[in-house]
């Protein structure tokens, strides 16, 4: 068993501390926002972002990020994608040199266009990297439901000791090498998932979603593969899988907070709402930047950019993208 200090006490932390503590890790949970992190200990759950699902006996929390961190083996963020900077600098004093950094985030720097592994090279270099990714709501994990994910890394032997830390009869690890393709289908997906729920709000059906998970993973494929991705990542579980799920499920924020904008809401309105961070609202503009800047043709995202910053109807840009030019599928 091996001890874990888990940053950041959302829904999706919180899930993994209490699979991680379920196991018998030693796993300390800890969150910027004092209070959320004392009324966690007082209830002994975390209803607010998981509801009904009570704390394992040794899951232990904590008010500082020192004590959090105090020689653990595994640093565990779950910080929002755009805070994952400001996490891992305010971690970075309390972390032993031969600690892993596992980030269970999904989203690119705005500004930078900095995927997460970038900006953990960049401030950490010392410490091995992991990337925890795959179609995983955390409500289903904090209960339990079977789920399966990738943890991708360089370093082959990082992968696989996380693989095996993580690993239960109802949370399947597979090991993954392709860090870029991992997070940039995890990062993507959101901003498809939007465009999903765009299409339902407006009550376009299935077919409309269909076409927009199909196409839209294109584009995601296209834009990986030019960054460097392995291509036979998109098909799977952090792409196609991720890109599912997000799509379809009641719990994904991102494809709620589209059909709230579909339906007529405003964007800004929208995001209020659903009352989590969105990452696909801060993606889809990160998402096109890279891709004019690498000259990869993604319609759909760019659609979902104009829609989200008010510039075009979502009618209209499902006008746009129904007329456009004739294509072959496969180019």
Request: hydrophobic share 45%; aromatic share 4%; with cysteine.
């Amino acid at each position: 068993m091996v001890k874990i200090g888990v940053i950041g006490a959302g829904s999706w932390g919180t899930a993994l501390a209490i699979l991680l503590s379920g196991k018998g890790h030693r796993v300390t949970l800890w969150d910027i926002d004092s209070a959320h992190i004392a009324k966690l200990e007082a209830e002994r759950r975390n209803e607010r972002y998981l509801p009904g699902v009570p704390f394992d006996e040794n899951l232990r929390l904590t008010g500082t990020i020192r004590e959090a961190l105090f020689e653990a083996d595994v640093a565990l963020f779950s910080a929002p994608a755009q805070r994952f900077r400001n996490a891992l600098e305010g971690a970075l004093p309390h972390l032993k040199k031969d600690a892993v950094l596992v980030n269970a985030a999904k989203g690119i720097e705005q500004k930078t266009l900095a995927r997460l592994s970038e900006i953990a090279s960049e401030i950490a270099p010392g410490p091995r990297y992991v990337a925890l990714s795959g179609p995983s709501h955390a409500e289903e994990v904090g209960r339990r439901m079977p789920t399966t994910v990738a943890a991708a890394s360089e370093d082959a032997a990082a992968a696989e000791w996380i693989q095996e830390i993580f690993m239960t009869d109802r949370f399947r690890v597979y090991a993954n090498h392709d860090v870029t393709g991992v997070e940039l289908g995890g990062a993507l997906k959101n901003v498809i998932a939007l465009g999903a729920g765009i299409s339902d709000g407006m009550g376009y059906g299935d077919n409309a979603k269909a076409a927009m998970m199909t196409r839209g993973l294109a584009e995601i494929t296209r834009l990986g593969v030019r960054l460097g991705a392995d291509e036979r990542t998109f098909s799977g579980l952090t792409g196609l899988g991720d890109l599912i799920v997000t799509c379809a499920s009641v719990h994904s924020r991102n494809r709620r907070c589209g059909v709230l904008i579909g339906e007529g809401m405003k964007p800004e309105e929208a995001t209020a709402k659903v009352g989590m961070v969105v990452e696909g609202m801060f993606t889809a503009e990160a998402a096109c930047e890279l891709a004019r800047k690498t000259g990869v043709e993604m319609p759909i995202t760019e659609s979902v950019r104009a829609v989200i910053h008010g510039k075009i109807s979502a009618k209209d840009a499902v006008d746009n993208l129904m007329r456009r030019d004739k294509k072959h599928e496969t180019t």
